[in-house]
C-alpha cells in the first residue's frame, strides 16, 4: 500500500517535491505557517505553471489556534467583458475567458496580517527556480503535452510548447515579475509600472481590459460557511465558491442515514446518486457572485434546507461541468493550520500569457444562461470551483483539500467518510479506492476505482470502472492535534508530504 504521510511539529504537503522542500526551509529558518505558505505558492507557481500561479485566483481557510481564519482573492471579469461576444462564441480558452488574477493579492494580504519575515525572503527560492531553471515534472509534461493542440493559437505556444517530462525549464521572464513583485510588494502587480505592462499584454492579446480593473481588485476577508454534525463542527469556504456544496453532502450523509452503507457496496454507490445531483442543481442554479445572489447561503448548508427550495426548481442550467487543474497544500508550524489552493481553472488558463506566466480562464465557468447569478456579466466574479473543508473537534483540527474541479465537493465527502464513518487511518483514507460521479444530471455518469465493487448500469446511470488511482483529482490532509501534526499526500499526486 503506497503511504506519504509526515509526522513531526511542523510540516507540509504540497503537490511538488520541490515546493514542500521550499516551506520546510521556511519553517525552519524561523517563519510561521502564512510565511511558508507565501514560499510555496511562489515555487508551485514556477514548477507547476500549468496549475497555478499569479495569473491565477487563490483562497485560504485555516486555523489559528481555536480561531478560523479564510481569505478569499477571486478576480471578477473585466468592465469591458463582451457578454454577447461570449454567449454566442461559448468559449472554454481565449480572451473572452479571462478574470482579473487574485493570487498575489492574497500573498500581500496574509503577508500584511499574519508573516513574519520580508517578502523577499519568501519569494526568492521560486525567483531562483524559475531563474536557473528545473526538470519538469511527472504532471506538467504531461500537460503540456496533453493541451498542445487546444492551446496552439495562443501565446502559450512561445512559452511552454515541447515540454516533456524531466525536460530543464527555465523561464527567466517569470523571475524578473517575481522579482519586481518581491522588491516593490504585491501592490505593484495590481497599481504600478507591473500592473501596466500586464494590461498592455492582455490588450494585444485581445482582452478587453483596463488598468482600472486591476486596481479595483481586492482579495476578501472572508465569514466561512459553518456545520455542526456528529460531534464536529465543519468549515467551507463562502460563494463564489462551491464549498456548500461540501457541507450539502455531509449534511445528506447523515441526514439520509448513508452512514450506515458499508464501505465497499455496490448500493452505496447508487444511494449517492439522488443527493449529488440535487446538491449540484442548488449549487448550478443559486450559487454564484454574492453580489448577485438572492439567498443567505448558511441557511442552506444543510441537506434538508436545500431541499426546501429545490423543490420546484429545474435544471436547464448550461455551465460546463469540468474536471480542472488546480494546485493545493496544508502547512502547519505547529500552532496553525493553514489549507491554500490556487488554480488558473483549465490546465494553463486561457492559453494567454502575461509576463511570462499564464492567465487563467475562470470566465469559462459562467453559465450559459441568463437570470442567474453565475450569468455572464461585466465586472462579476464567475461560480468558483477551488474551495477547502476545515472540521474541529475537541482534539484535532483537519484541514482537506484537493485538486478535483466540478468533482472537490464529492472529493471531500469521500475522504470525511473515509475518516469518520469508516474509521480509517489518515493515510488510508486518502489511499483508499473512490467513486466519483462525473455526469450529475440527466443521464447520470460514475467513475469506480478497482476494485469496489460496481453496481449495474442503466439507462439512468452508466456505470466506468477504472483502475485504482486513476480518479481525477487527489486529496491532502492536514491534521494537527495537541503534540503534533500529520500530513498526509495523496499516493495520485506526484507531491510529498515532509515534516520536521
Same mark, same amino acid.
Given at each position: 500500500?503506497?503511504?506519504?504521510?509526515?509526522?513531526?511539529?511542523?510540516?507540509?504537503?504540497?503537490?511538488?517535491?520541490?515546493?514542500? @522542500?521550499?516551506?520546510?526551509?521556511?519553517?525552519?529558518?524561523?517563519?510561521?505557517?502564512?510565511?511558508?505558505?507565501?514560499?510555496?505558492?511562489?515555487?508551485?507557481?514556477?514548477?507547476?505553471?500549468?496549475?497555478?500561479?499569479?495569473?491565477?485566483?487563490?483562497?485560504?481557510?485555516?486555523?489559528?489556534?481555536?480561531?478560523?481564519?479564510?481569505?478569499?482573492?477571486?478576480?471578477?471579469?473585466?468592465?469591458?467583458?463582451?457578454? =454577447?461576444?461570449?454567449?454566442?462564441?461559448?468559449?472554454?480558452?481565449?480572451?473572452?475567458?479571462?478574470?482579473?488574477?487574485?493570487?498575489?493579492?492574497?500573498?500581500?494580504?496574509?503577508?500584511? =496580517?499574519?508573516?513574519?519575515?520580508?517578502?523577499?525572503? /519568501?519569494?526568492?527560492?521560486?525567483?531562483?527556480?524559475?531563474?536557473?531553471?528545473?526538470?519538469?515534472?511527472?504532471?506538467?509534461?504531461?500537460?503540456?503535452?496533453?493541451?498542445?493542440?487546444?492551446?496552439?493559437?495562443?501565446?502559450?505556444? *512561445?512559452?511552454?510548447?515541447?515540454?516533456?517530462?524531466?525536460?530543464?525549464?527555465?523561464?527567466?521572464?517569470?523571475?524578473?515579475?517575481?522579482?519586481?513583485?518581491?522588491?516593490?510588494?504585491? =501592490?505593484?502587480?495590481?497599481?504600478?509600472? /507591473?500592473?501596466?505592462?500586464?494590461?498592455?499584454?492582455? *490588450? +494585444?492579446?485581445?482582452?478587453?481590459?483596463?488598468?482600472?480593473?486591476? %486596481?479595483?481588485?481586492?482579495?476578501?476577508?472572508?465569514?466561512?460557511? @459553518?456545520?455542526?454534525?456528529?460531534?464536529?463542527?465543519?468549515?467551507?469556504?463562502?460563494?463564489?465558491?462551491?464549498?456548500?456544496?461540501?457541507?450539502?453532502?455531509?449534511?445528506?450523509?447523515?441526514?439520509?442515514?448513508?452512514?450506515?452503507?458499508?464501505?465497499?457496496?455496490?448500493?452505496?454507490?447508487?444511494?449517492?446518486?439522488?443527493?449529488? @445531483?440535487?446538491?449540484? %442543481?442548488?449549487?448550478?442554479?443559486?450559487?454564484?457572485?454574492?453580489?448577485? %445572489?438572492?439567498?443567505?447561503?448558511?441557511?442552506?448548508?444543510?441537506?434538508?434546507?436545500?431541499?426546501?427550495?429545490?423543490?420546484?426548481?429545474?435544471?436547464?442550467?448550461?455551465?460546463?461541468?469540468?474536471?480542472?487543474?488546480?494546485?493545493?497544500?496544508?502547512?502547519?508550524?505547529?500552532?496553525?493550520?493553514?489549507?491554500?489552493?490556487?488554480?488558473?481553472?483549465?490546465?494553463?488558463?486561457?492559453?494567454?500569457?502575461?509576463?511570462?506566466?499564464?492567465?487563467?480562464?475562470?470566465?469559462?465557468?459562467?453559465?450559459?444562461?441568463?437570470?442567474?447569478?453565475?450569468?455572464?456579466?461585466?465586472?462579476?466574479?464567475?461560480?468558483?470551483?477551488?474551495?477547502?473543508?476545515?472540521?474541529?473537534?475537541?482534539?484535532?483540527?483537519?484541514?482537506?483539500?484537493?485538486?478535483?474541479?466540478?468533482?472537490?465537493?464529492?472529493?471531500?465527502?469521500?475522504?470525511?467518510?473515509?475518516?469518520?464513518?469508516?474509521? %480509517?487511518?489518515?493515510?488510508?483514507?486518502?489511499?483508499?479506492?473512490?467513486?466519483?460521479?462525473?455526469?450529475?444530471?440527466?443521464?447520470?455518469?460514475?467513475?469506480?476505482?478497482?476494485?469496489?465493487?460496481?453496481?449495474?448500469?442503466?439507462?439512468?446511470?452508466?456505470?466506468?470502472?477504472?483502475?485504482?488511482?486513476?480518479?481525477?483529482?487527489?486529496?491532502?490532509?492536514?491534521?494537527?492535534? +495537541?503534540?503534533?501534526? =500529520?500530513?498526509?499526500?495523496?499516493?495520485?499526486? +506526484?507531491?510529498?508530504?515532509?515534516?520536521?
Amino acid at each position: 500500500m503506497p503511504i506519504k504521510i509526515a509526522i513531526g511539529k511542523k510540516g507540509i504537503t504540497s503537490d511538488h517535491p520541490l515546493a514542500a @522542500k521550499i516551506g520546510v526551509e521556511i519553517l525552519e529558518k524561523g517563519g510561521n505557517a502564512f510565511d511558508a505558505a507565501i514560499a510555496v505558492s511562489a515555487a508551485l507557481s514556477v514548477v507547476q505553471p500549468h496549475m497555478g500561479g499569479p495569473g491565477g485566483d487563490a483562497f485560504l481557510l485555516g486555523f489559528i489556534g481555536d480561531d478560523v481564519v479564510a481569505y478569499s482573492s477571486a478576480g471578477r471579469s473585466p468592465s469591458g467583458f463582451p457578454v =454577447e461576444d461570449f454567449m454566442r462564441f461559448n468559449p472554454l480558452r481565449g480572451p473572452l475567458t479571462v478574470t482579473i488574477p487574485g493570487l498575489v493579492y492574497l500573498w500581500g494580504s496574509i503577508h500584511d =496580517e499574519h508573516a513574519t519575515l520580508p517578502l523577499e525572503d /519568501l519569494l526568492k527560492p521560486a525567483i531562483d527556480l524559475a531563474y536557473k531553471g528545473f526538470y519538469a515534472g511527472w504532471f506538467l509534461g504531461l500537460a503540456s503535452s496533453a493541451y498542445e493542440k487546444d492551446l496552439e493559437n495562443y501565446k502559450w505556444i *512561445q512559452y511552454f510548447k515541447g515540454i516533456r517530462t524531466g525536460v530543464r525549464v527555465v523561464n527567466r521572464e517569470m523571475a524578473s515579475t517575481l522579482r519586481l513583485i518581491a522588491s516593490r510588494g504585491y =501592490e505593484e502587480f495590481y497599481y504600478g509600472d /507591473l500592473a501596466e505592462l500586464l494590461v498592455e499584454e492582455l *490588450q +494585444e492579446q485581445g482582452v478587453n481590459v483596463g488598468l482600472d480593473d486591476f %486596481m479595483e481588485h481586492e482579495s476578501v476577508k472572508s465569514k466561512p460557511l @459553518k456545520l455542526e454534525v456528529d460531534g464536529k463542527v465543519l468549515y467551507e469556504l463562502p460563494p463564489s465558491t462551491q464549498g456548500i456544496t461540501t457541507l450539502q453532502l455531509i449534511s445528506a450523509l447523515y441526514e439520509l442515514d448513508l452512514y450506515k452503507e458499508p464501505f465497499d457496496s455496490p448500493s452505496r454507490i447508487i444511494e449517492w446518486s439522488k443527493p449529488i @445531483k440535487r446538491a449540484y %442543481m442548488f449549487r448550478d442554479l443559486y450559487v454564484g457572485d454574492p453580489d448577485h %445572489m438572492n439567498i443567505a447561503p448558511q441557511t442552506y448548508v444543510k441537506y434538508s434546507a436545500m431541499e426546501t427550495i429545490l423543490r420546484d426548481s429545474q435544471t436547464s442550467t448550461t455551465r460546463e461541468h469540468t474536471y480542472s487543474d488546480t494546485t493545493f497544500f496544508v502547512v502547519s508550524d505547529g500552532e496553525a493550520l493553514v489549507g491554500f489552493i490556487q488554480s488558473l481553472f483549465y490546465p494553463f488558463g486561457s492559453g494567454l500569457i502575461a509576463r511570462g506566466f499564464p492567465i487563467q480562464n475562470r470566465a469559462a465557468g459562467f453559465t450559459r444562461r441568463e437570470g442567474l447569478p453565475n450569468s455572464p456579466a461585466p465586472k462579476k466574479l464567475p461560480l468558483h470551483t477551488l474551495s477547502i473543508l476545515a472540521i474541529s473537534n475537541d482534539r484535532e483540527k483537519y484541514i482537506i483539500g484537493c485538486v478535483g474541479g466540478d468533482y472537490r465537493p464529492q472529493l471531500h465527502l469521500r475522504v470525511y467518510e473515509n475518516i469518520f464513518v469508516y474509521k %480509517m487511518p489518515i493515510a488510508k483514507a486518502i489511499e483508499a479506492p473512490r467513486f466519483i460521479y462525473t455526469k450529475f444530471y440527466n443521464t447520470q455518469e460514475v467513475v469506480i476505482e478497482k476494485p469496489l465493487t460496481s453496481p449495474q448500469s442503466s439507462d439512468a446511470l452508466k456505470i466506468k470502472n477504472i483502475d485504482y488511482f486513476s480518479t481525477p483529482g487527489h486529496v491532502h490532509v492536514g491534521v494537527l492535534r +495537541e503534540d503534533r501534526v =500529520e500530513l498526509v499526500n495523496d499516493p495520485r499526486s +506526484e507531491g510529498i508530504a515532509l515534516a520536521i
